[in-house]
């Protein structure tokens, strides 16, 4: 039996209003080369300048992640030819990189796992090519984009274990609002190192890297077929050679890029341009004091202090627009398995079918509770109070209002129910020979004609105890 080891090498694109080194704008384009200065072509003398902002992005993902921050951070220059790669070298930190030595905590299969983060650290993205026929054409939109690359410790040893970390990664980016993430657009993608280890040894097996893998999907396709071939050689006596791959995603396959002989010498050196920068602690603690609660910790609470089940709570916490909706709900006194249960179903239900974000949502927070108080008052029943849910926020108006203007109210005094229930049994004689002669379910009938008759407001549990209590006199 063989164990995988897995480590990652996340870039993420951060959100920016301009490049990392350049003003030229960080923003999609339909026009190619439209957003470029002469830093981001490399042309002779150019001198770049650090952006500010993409630096205070980082430092909040590199607290989020609880990395030490150092004191200075540094850039060097990595050094390689590409036609993406317009300068020559790419500025990236290598000595004295944004963040070190943090973790993420994440939640496999009910199960909690820390997984080490090496350094997180701030670079800038190539240029695009576009590949047509026997040409390549070039896009320099994306050269210079600021892009945080996030080094894994090699500590991860399931598929399920990758993908939850990606997941969790991406959810703080999200969190943070510093990359919109978005795997579609290639603003995260993945560098992934595996190897395998024989059972019960502490030593790692030789690792094979496989470069820019683009989906969740794919790094969970990619470590499969990887793990699979890696078995298939040390099973038959054979060894791992020490080498970068690239993932097919048509043939679901690995294949070899360059072995470690044909590894590429970077030779890193300071970026003269840019001068080691002081991080003030007091900027640390500003920033620091900006993070808002990240999923973990909200997962964590809503579970032990609010009971809810993990499957719910993780919906909640999906976006954070969405737990602090549930958590204003709470604010306004809402039972928080109610205020869970209305939101994880019918108000879900409504954004994903017309595809609008809560904070574009018509029902407030108040709205909610109002709602929430109405059944809990008994005033309706959660049935009606589903219907007024949906007729809410189809029509824009809110429950209260509904109900007024809809004459929706519950039955539920006793003699009222009891005086319908009379009824039924009066249209329906034969009723109580039947139930005695074994026909049991009659009383879902009868209930059911009581909840016709009263058009739903009969409140169900009183009307089936009092059908029940009169079937029985005989
Ligand atoms: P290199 O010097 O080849 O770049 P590093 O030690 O810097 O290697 O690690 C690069 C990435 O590879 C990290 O994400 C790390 O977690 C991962 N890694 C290192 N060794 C292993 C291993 N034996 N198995 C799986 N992943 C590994
Ligand atoms: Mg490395």
Request: aromatic fraction near 8%; proline fraction near 4%.
């Amino acid at each position: 039996m063989y164990v995988p080891t897995i480590g990652l090498e996340v870039h993420c694109e951060l959100k920016t209003n301009t490049k990392n080194f350049s003003s030229a704008a960080n923003a999609y384009s339909e026009i190619p080369n439209s957003n470029l200065a002469t830093t981001d072509l490399g042309l002779p003398g150019i001198l770049p300048v650090i952006n500010e902002y993409g630096v205070k992005q980082s430092l909040k993902m590199a607290l989020a992640m609880h990395c030490e921050i150092p004191e200075f951070m540094t850039f060097e220059r990595k050094n390689y030819f590409y036609p993406d790669l317009p300068k020559g070298y790419q500025i990236t930190q290598f000595d004295q990189p944004v963040g070190v030595n943090g973790y993420i905590m994440i939640n496999v299969n009910g199960e909690d796992r820390k997984v080490l983060i090496h350094d997180t650290h701030l670079e800038e993205d190539t240029a695009s090519l576009d590949h047509y026929g026997n040409y390549s054409l070039i896009d320099y939109n994306r050269a210079g984009v600021p892009l945080l690359e996030t080094v894994t410790e090699p500590c991860m040893h399931s598929v399920e274990e990758a993908i939850a970390f990606l997941e969790a990664l991406r959810n703080i980016f999200l969190y943070c609002d510093a990359s919109e993430a978005r795997t579609d657009r290639g603003q995260m993608r993945c560098d992934v190192n595996v190897s395998l280890a024989q059972e019960g040894m502490q030593e790692l097996g030789t690792k094979v890297e496989i470069k820019n893998v683009n989906s969740f999907n794919n790094v969970k396709d990619a470590i499969i077929s990887e793990v699979r071939r890696q078995t298939e050689i040390l099973e038959s006596g054979g060894v791992i050679a020490q080498e970068t791959r690239r993932y097919d995603e048509n043939n679901m396959c690995t294949y070899s890029m360059r072995s470690k002989e044909d590894a590429i010498d970077y030779k890193y050196f300071k970026e003269p341009n840019i001068p080691p920068i002081r991080i003030k602690r007091d900027w640390i603690e500003e920033i620091q004091k900006e993070l808002p609660t990240f999923p973990y910790e909200r997962i964590t609470k809503y579970m032990e202090v609010y009971g809810l089940s993990r499957y719910d709570a993780t919906i909640l916490v999906k976006e954070k627009e969405m737990a602090e909706y549930f958590e204003k709900t709470l604010d306004e006194g809402a039972d928080p398995k109610a205020a869970s249960n209305w939101i994880t179903s019918v108000i879900l239900g409504h954004m994903n079918k017309y595809e609008i974000p809560i904070t574009k949502l018509f029902l407030t927070p108040k709205m909610l509770v109002e709602l929430i108080e109405l059944v809990t008052s008994g005033k309706i029943s959660s049935k009606q109070a589903k219907e007024v849910l949906h007729t809410s926020l189809e029509q824009e108006k809110s429950p209260l209002q509904l109900v007024e203007e809809l004459g929706i109210k519950q039955i539920e005094g006793d003699a009222e129910i009891t005086a319908i229930v009379n009824e039924v049994f009066a249209e329906n004689p034969n009723a109580k020979a039947e139930y005695q002669a074994g026909r049991t379910n009659i009383v879902d009938f009868l209930v059911g004609q009581v909840m016709k008759k009263t058009k739903g407001q009969a409140n169900p549990a009183m009307t089936r105890k009092i059908v029940q209590e009169e079937i029985q006199k005989g």
